[in-house]
């Protein structure tokens, strides 16, 4: 069963949530969806948990359905999930954040260790210098034509709707392993998950070079719950060795799912499942 509600924080934004499964179960699985700026888009990894634990995502302010406008902060974001907890009247939660949203998760457990019964960080957090080697893959798999188009999209100040789907498709589908289900896929994305909020996606940027979380690995380290994993697509054109190497640093286990990117329940749905409901059932005893 699904249950939709609106939280209202305390300098007033309004989130809205939905759960599933029966609330009454706690620990509850919390999934924080990426970006920044994109609406939650984890519906199907959360139907792959729902009978274990209930599974609570939301929209995270100025995106989807949580109507907000602002200025945008990493520790206004981290506010936010512990306002949220108190609305679902969880004294702790499992943690599973996608992309960004496993940046989200390590800081808030930087913030709040004590909220956090486990955490599953897939596909996330990238450190270190990781971004030439992204974009030299992403690169790779574009044809010149199609980096040259995605180049000339950027620089249009007021996009048509049809204008900022292209760029979307153009900047998403090389997250895939498989190229032509990977341009389906992000042409879906791309009118799904939208509006994207880019002035947020701007704002914690900056926020995240002003405080990087490379330089607070040590702390994350002393602070995570004793059942923390990383798990990564194979084909993630950010280099699944960053996260490797993030591994090695936070002393933590690390999944590789092969033939599979960025979003890797998209491609290895069954390899994925079988994961999540692992980690799940040891996270809430079940």
């Given at each position: 069963m699904e249950t939709r509600g609106l939280a209202s924080m305390t300098d007033g934004a309004r989130l809205s949530w939905t759960a599933?499964?029966?609330?009454?179960?706690?620990?509850?699985?919390?999934?924080?969806?990426?970006?920044?700026?994109?609406?939650?888009?984890?519906?199907?990894?959360?139907?792959?948990?729902?009978?274990?634990?209930?599974?609570?995502?939301?929209?995270?302010?100025?995106?989807?359905l949580s109507a907000w406008r602002g200025r945008h902060?990493?520790?206004?974001?981290?506010?936010?999930l512990a306002e949220l907890l108190d609305t679902w009247d969880a004294?702790?939660?499992?943690?599973?954040?996608?992309?960004?949203?496993?940046?989200?998760?390590?800081?808030?457990?930087?913030?709040?260790?004590?909220?956090?019964?486990?955490?599953?960080?897939?596909?996330g957090p990238f450190v270190g210098d990781w971004r030439p080697g992204y974009r030299a893959e992403r690169g790779r798999r574009m044809a010149a034509a199609q980096q040259a188009r995605y180049q000339a999209l950027e620089e249009v100040p007021d996009r048509t709707e049809e204008q900022e789907v292209e760029l979307l498709t153009l900047a998403w589908f090389t997250d895939h392993a498989d190229p032509e289900r990977g341009w389906d896929w992000a042409a879906q994305g791309a009118r799904r998950r939208r509006p994207v909020n880019w002035a947020m996606n701007a704002e914690l940027g900056g926020d995240g070079?002003?405080?990087?979380?490379?330089?607070?690995?040590?702390?994350?380290?002393?602070?995570?719950?004793?059942?923390?994993?990383?798990?990564?697509?194979?084909?993630?054109?950010?280099?699944?060795?960053?996260?490797?190497?993030?591994?090695?640093?936070?002393d933590l286990p690390l999944t590789r799912i092969e033939d599979a990117g960025h979003e890797p329940w998209l491609e290895q749905p069954d390899a994925v499942r079988a994961h999540l409901r692992r980690f799940v059932r040891g996270a809430v005893g079940g």
């Open positions: 599933l499964g029966d609330r009454a179960r706690k620990p509850p699985v919390v999934m924080l969806h990426g970006g920044p700026g994109l609406p939650d888009y984890l519906g199907e990894v959360a139907a792959m948990v729902g009978d274990l634990a209930p599974v609570y995502r939301y929209d995270q302010r100025g995106t989807g902060s990493l520790a206004r974001h981290v506010d936010d004294a702790r939660a499992v943690l599973i954040g996608h992309s960004y949203g496993t940046d989200l998760a390590s800081r808030f457990c930087l913030a709040h260790p004590d909220r956090v019964a486990a955490m599953l960080l897939m596909c070079r002003a405080d990087p979380l490379d330089e607070r690995l040590d702390e994350l380290r002393a602070c995570l719950p004793a059942r923390t994993e990383l798990l990564g697509g194979a084909e993630d054109p950010r280099p699944v060795s960053a996260l490797a190497s993030l591994a090695l640093r936070l």
